[in-house]
């Protein structure tokens, strides 16, 4: 499917959830540069600040050490938006992504470690403004905000291991997905690896249950996005390399993947963490 226009069933209006500035480029890049294009005016509501993010070594630690990391995420990711073409977004926590009659209220990046299996996890000890140290009914009411001050018609995020296994990305499918039962809406997770796709595998509506985004078109919008991020990551031809040396290739096919309505066990209650 390569036509903007008709991308997630062709709902006019979609809201991507991402934990992290560069989250949403990364993975969804090409995606959102496309659908900003077709005027489709997707939202994308980030979660937090990146405050335990590492900084790439040189010149910009220094910046970054004057302001202070979350000053330099945000702008980052300003400049990133611009090179996307995408005007609509909002930190949870902060109008309009906030519940009404309640103050605004930063939720913090809760941090990671690199688990035995290569894969993310919690780090020892996330603070008390963390993502996943709040209560995830407040967290949930925000978005739920978001999605319904904005007509949202469709949510895309994270698959339920939170692509990588980071907690906040886990929290983030969480709440999104709950969001959408609530809201009955259709929720499209992001497909990691573009070989998952089976054209032939369907939902339990017997519609095709994946999309596979062609976005070679809006790839130098997107790298120049990733370009943006220069505190985080290095475009190094087709690849990103990221603050700890890992290597990813720059995705010029971005899959998605229909989910079923989420069971109840998903949304989360009062006492409920991440």
Known sequence: MSDAATWFDGR???MFVHAHPDDETIATGGTLAALAEAG???????????????VVAGPLEALVAAHGIAV??????????GMLGVERHAFLGVEPARAEGFPPVIYE????????DGRATAAPEAGPDALTSAPAVEALNDLLAAAYQSGAQVIVS???????GHPDHVFAYRIARAVAQALDLPYWEIVGDPAAA????????????????????????KVAALRGYATQLTVDGDDIVHVG???E???TVEVFRRLTPAPESLTPNAEARS
């Open 12 to 14: 006019p209006r979609a």
């Open 40 to 54: 489709r005016e997707p939202l994308l509501v980030t979660l937090t600040r990146g405050e335990q993010g590492e």
């Open 72 to 81: 330099a995420r945000q702008n980052e990711l300003k400049t990133a938006l």
């Open 109 to 116: 990046d809760s941090g990671m470690i690199w688990g035995p």
């Open 158 to 164: 994270y698959d339920d291991g939170g692509g990588y």
């Open 198 to 221: 089976d054209a032939t595998d369907t939902d339990a509506t017997g519609a095709d249950a994946f999309e596979v985004h062609d976005v070679t078109e809006w790839l130098p919008r």
């Open 245 to 247: 040396g890992q290597r």
């Open 249 to 251: 290739a720059i995705r």
